[in-house]
């Protein structure tokens, strides 16, 4: 490791200007240094960007790629250790219509059905102009992800699609991983990889548009990022138990399956810089949650084919219905919760049960129904009458009872699994309020110059409630959006 | 004529004749000085390659690095294991004359950041994928870095989800090491190795 033992003549001259140097600054007493407190105070220059993005998720890595592809010169800021935020959290795939998958499978699909899918599914309460830009522009960012050997080929059903359009890995991992590790590498191939533990907490403004950034380094100092240009992109505030409360009382003590970072950082900063607020209460409770590691259990697993069955061993409700709708109905359940269950084929098209709940040992397996049901602790008559039924409906192709129409596949292949689920904070729907632009609104609806937002942080798009799907769907869309509009400002301005 | 023709004859012997031994003298003076210069800078080169050196001079900053460059296995940071290894400061910190008497200035004139009360210097984390992966030191790829903790039940070194993270984010040369997994991953508080920490699962930042 050492250059060289032997004395050459570079390191015998460094080593005399070295004692020369020392000699010099020995006659000299070092002046006291500046404490960090001090320090703290200074700020120190980050340097100066078109456009800085904030939070490496999704969304940010999304608008980070398009916009150095654009020629824009931009830093991308995460606060948290690694990149990826909550999409490292997203399970089941991305809602994307007319795509080339849906017809090789023969699946009739448009905009206007795929908008209002979205529309319907958040109790009408979304922008139509922001779905039906999102939905428009699904086939372009699925194609686009491609492009780069992020391919979603997967073509599987999802809660509140009338077809078949969520999109997943080939593989059957979660998709949220596999995009932020496809993202990640394209990132800092373009040489602009994530700048982590840099925790963004003011927007800089000059004259009512945006000037920059200022940020604090793990060392705690004040770093300040001069651009024309940011992009919000830091998700939502479903970490933040203090703020969720704010509009949801009753999940102060309710579990989150969102990152710790997840504290709705942009919503302050943006609200900060004037920008407006919609839909902000609308937070979503996922059905199944594993209530002692706050483990999703994706709804792809459902789509898969898993029913739900309470502690009585009973089935309660049409399992596919939406999310808000499915958690209701849990809460109403004896123990506020349920009994996920399936068997070996939806075990085998996802692997998250294995890497996450066979590893965390936080389900029940066994090789009969029967041997499950006394695992699981449920009454066993119940319980196999409940199988028994459901089973013998889709052989007969009788109706189901409780109005399940999609995904119907007996579970009857050892081995069988069981998930014991209740809701969880998942997403929030609301935040600022942008435009189809990606352009962030002030109270007036006027766009603030410099300012665009993409994902989690934006409102509008998911009214009272998100398909799944939709979020992976959004980032990505919205994301490119973002940066955009973004390039063209800071070419024009 | 003979006067003027042998006047400048001796006037020139006279001033031939001591310039030899006076550059004799002068080569002789120029080698002593040389080489006590080479003796002191060869000496001076060795003292500045130990760690001892860094906090001789600059011993207000230094010390607490130096004191856990010579910690007993076991203490905090893993310079302990990097001196076991006999890699000295330098090895990391490398010196280039320019920065070093930047620093040197920074010094003398205080401008600089210390913490009085943890008695360290304003954390520069260097310690980069590309900066501790080379072939001098840990040389290897991150997939073998991977293979080396894969006998973990939760392999740190695996960062397929999210690409990489600096080196520095968990290791700690000087300080407590912490793994940072844990904040989200709950597996990975569950088999800390020993002399190391972690975040607490789910901790609100």
Request: hydrophobic share 35%; with cysteine; glycine share 10%.
């Amino acid at each position: 490791m050492n250059a060289s033992n032997n004395l050459s003549r570079r390191s015998f001259l460094t080593g005399a200007t070295m004692l020369g140097a020392s000699v010099a600054l020995f006659g000299l007493n070092g002046c006291a240094p500046r404490s960090t407190a001090d320090a703290a105070e200074e700020e120190v220059d980050g340097g100066t960007f078109d456009i800085v993005v904030v939070g490496a998720g999704g969304a940010g890595m999304a608008a980070t790629v398009g916009a150095v592809d654009a020629g824009a010169s931009v830093v991308l800021l995460e606060k948290m250790p690694v990149a990826g935020g909550n999409t490292c959290f997203a399970e089941g795939g991305m809602n994307a219509c007319c795509t080339k998958y849906q017809a090789e499978a023969g699946i009739e699909d448009s905009v206007a059905l795929f908008a209002n899918d979205t529309y319907e599914g958040g109790h009408e309460l979304g922008n139509m102009e922001l779905i039906t830009y999102m939905c428009a522009n699904s086939n372009d960012a699925l194609e686009w992800l491609g492009s780069m050997g992020i391919v979603l080929s997967k073509l599987s059903t999802s809660g509140g699609a009338s077809v078949p359009r969520i999109h997943r890995p080939e593989s059957g991992e979660a998709v949220g991983k596999y995009i932020v590790k496809g993202m990640a590498k394209q990132c800092a191939d373009r040489g602009v990889a994530a700048k982590c533990n840099m925790d963004a907490n003011e927007i800089i403004m000059e004259d009512g548009h945006v000037a920059g950034i200022k940020a604090t380094n793990a060392a705690g100092r004040t770093v300040v990022y001069h651009s024309k240009a940011v992009i919000m992109t830091t998700g939502g505030f479903g970490a933040n138990h203090k703020m969720l409360a704010q509009y949801r009382p009753e999940l102060l003590d309710a579990v989150t399956t969102n990152q710790p970072g997840a504290q709705g950082d942009g919503i302050v900063m943006g609200t900060e810089a004037g920008a407006d607020l919609v839909d902000i209460g609308q937070i979503q409770v996922h059905p199944t949650v594993e209530q002692t590691t706050a483990t999703l259990l994706s709804e792809g697993i459902r789509g898969d084919g898993a029913i739900l069955v309470n502690t009585d061993g009973n089935r309660f409700i049409n399992e596919l219905l939406t999310r808000d709708v499915v958690s209701a109905a849990e809460w109403q359940q004896p123990g506020k919760g349920a009994w996920a269950v399936f068997d070996k084929k939806v075990y085998d098209e996802n692997t998250s049960i294995k890497e996450k709940f066979i590893a965390r040992n936080i389900i029940t397996v066994a090789d009969t129904l029967e041997s499950l049901a006394d695992k699981m602790g449920v009454p066993q008559e119940a319980f196999m009458a409940t199988l028994d039924s459901y089973n013998q409906n889709i052989a007969d192709g009788t109706d189901d009872p409780l109005g399940r129409w999609k995904s119907l596949y007996p579970i009857d292949e050892a081995p069988f699994y069981a998930v014991a689920v209740a809701p969880g904070i998942h997403h929030c729907m609301g935040g600022l309020r942008i435009d189809d632009k990606a352009q962030v609104l002030d109270a007036d609806g006027n766009p603030i110059p410099g300012f665009f937002a993409a994902g989690e942080v934006t409102g509008g798009i998911h009214g009272g409630n998100r398909l799944g799907g939709n979020a992976v769907c959004d980032i990505n869309v919205f994301g490119r959006r973002s940066q955009q509009t973004a390039v063209e400002y800071v070419q024009q301005s | 004529m003979s006067e003027t023709s042998n006047s400048p004859q001796t006037a020139e012997q006279a001033e031939k004749t001591p310039q030899p031994r006076k550059r004799r003298k002068g080569i002789v003076v120029g080698s002593i000085i040389a080489v006590v210069l080479i003796v002191a800078g060869a000496g001076f080169w060795v003292w500045h390659e130990q760690p001892s050196f860094c906090n001789a001079i600059c011993h207000t900053p230094m010390d607490s690095y130096v004191d856990s460059y010579y910690a007993d296995e076991g203490a905090e940071g893993s310079v302990v294991t990097h001196a076991k290894a006999n890699v000295k400061c330098l090895d990391c910190h490398e010196a280039k004359i320019d920065e070093q008497v930047t620093e040197g200035i920074h010094w003398v004139s205080g401008d600089y950041v210390f913490d009085g009360n943890a008695n360290v210097l304003e954390s520069r984390s260097f310690a980069t994928e590309e900066f501790c992966l080379n072939k001098n030191c840990h040389n290897m790829t991150l997939d073998e870095l991977a293979e080396t903790t894969s006998d973990m039940p939760w392999n740190v070194h695996n960062f397929s989800e999210h690409g990489v993270t600096d080196c520095g984010t968990c290791h700690s040369m000087h300080g407590q090491s912490t793994i940072a997994c844990s904040e989200c991953h709950k597996e990975a508080t569950e088999d800390i190795p020993d002399g190391w920490t972690c975040i607490p699962y789910g901790e609100e930042r």
